[in-house]
């Protein structure tokens, strides 16, 4: 009898809080108390099977404010107002990657203004950790190659990013 044992894939979190705004004592310690090595490193094992991902990993996640994700959006962007969340890959979606590789591959950054993600948790009526597992899990989901730009597209990442923020509940709980 074959048993596959299921590798984990190794992902290393760089994570940057660079805010500099006014969010409560209360936000700013939920904030820090997220775990987010280990709701990156799941999100990376409950992929696997579906992205091409076969090695080990590794992201940088900044945490900011509006006016400097303001500033990145205007530059990289060309559109001169906030945004949630940004990402960065670092490789295109369609070139093939070496498997040999010994080093950890860089997929990117993803960048979320926490003053943004603040204000729609209140507008949706549920926790800024949950906000910002929505937030980052979509920009890692940009970072391995998902996109939307139609609405079956968006509707199907939409759906992928609600498996990991549930991913994310049960693993914070």
């Known amino acids: 009898m074959d048993i596959n044992v299921k590798q984990p894939i190794n992902a290393l979190i760089y994570v940057e809080n660079v805010y500099e705004g006014n969010l409560s004592p209360n936000s ?3 904030i820090e108390s997220i775990p987010w090595d280990d709701w990156i490193k799941a999100w990376f094992d409950s992929l696997e099977s579906i992205s091409n991902l076969k090695q080990d990993c590794e992201i940088g996640l900044r ?3 509006d006016l400097q994700i303001q500033a990145l959006n205007c530059q990289y962007r060309s559109i001169d107002s906030p945004t949630d969340v940004l990402a960065f890959a670092a490789t295109e979606a369609d070139i093939p ?3 040999d590789i010994a080093e950890p591959l860089y997929l990117g950054d993803v960048i979320i203004s926490l ?3 603040k204000k729609q948790a209140q507008e949706q009526n549920h926790l800024l950790t949950t906000e910002l597992a929505w937030l980052a899990s979509h920009g890692v989901l940009h970072l391995l190659g998902w996109d939307h730009p ?3 597209s968006l509707e199907k990442m939409l759906k992928q990013q609600s498996k990991l923020v ?3 509940k049960v693993r914070q709980n």
């Open 28 to 30: 700013l310690k939920a």
């Open 115 to 117: 003053d943004t993600a």
């Open 63 to 65: 945490l900011t404010g």
């Open 97 to 99: 990657l070496p498997l």
């Open 166 to 168: 549930h991913l994310s």
């Open 150 to 152: 139609d609405e079956i």
